[in-house]
């Protein structure tokens, strides 16, 4: 079982930046690809970011493409979402989820622990 908690959601104005955190807890960290998703009011949850295990290799929708950066720190049971340049239109709650295996996915489907969600707001 892996325990997820996400951190850093807020009030930000247009232009501004956040960084989300999510901290896990359970099993080896490592063994466990991230991803971030998000859920505007009235929206089907959305695919953000993701990374593989080792933390080489990540994806981003291209919605957030040159604006946000996933990373993550194997020794603290971490993965962090780097906003930048944030828009109105990345208002939304964002949730982390962890899939077990080491390479990343897309898809909701393949994960298979998910945080509780933290609030993201941008005004314009």
């Known amino acids: 079982q892996v325990q997820l908690v996400e951190s850093g959601g807020g009030l930000v104005q247009a232009g501004g930046s956040l960084r989300l955190s999510c901290a896990a807890s359970?099993?080896?960290?490592?063994?466990?690809?991230m991803g971030w998703f998000r859920q505007a009011p009235g929206k089907e949850r959305e695919f953000v970011a993701t990374i593989s295990g080792s933390g080489r290799y990540t994806y981003y929708a291209d919605s957030v493409k040159g604006r946000f950066t996933i990373s993550r720190d194997n020794a603290k049971n971490t993965v962090y979402l780097q906003m930048n340049s944030l828009k109105p239109e990345d208002t939304a709650v964002y949730y982390c989820?962890?899939?077990?295996?080491?390479?990343?996915?897309?898809?909701?489907?393949?994960?298979?622990?998910w945080g509780q969600g933290t609030q993201v707001t941008v005004s314009s």
């Open positions: 359970g099993r080896t960290f490592s063994n466990y690809a």
């Open positions: 989820a962890a899939r077990a295996g080491p390479n990343y996915s897309t898809s909701q489907i393949m994960y298979d622990y």
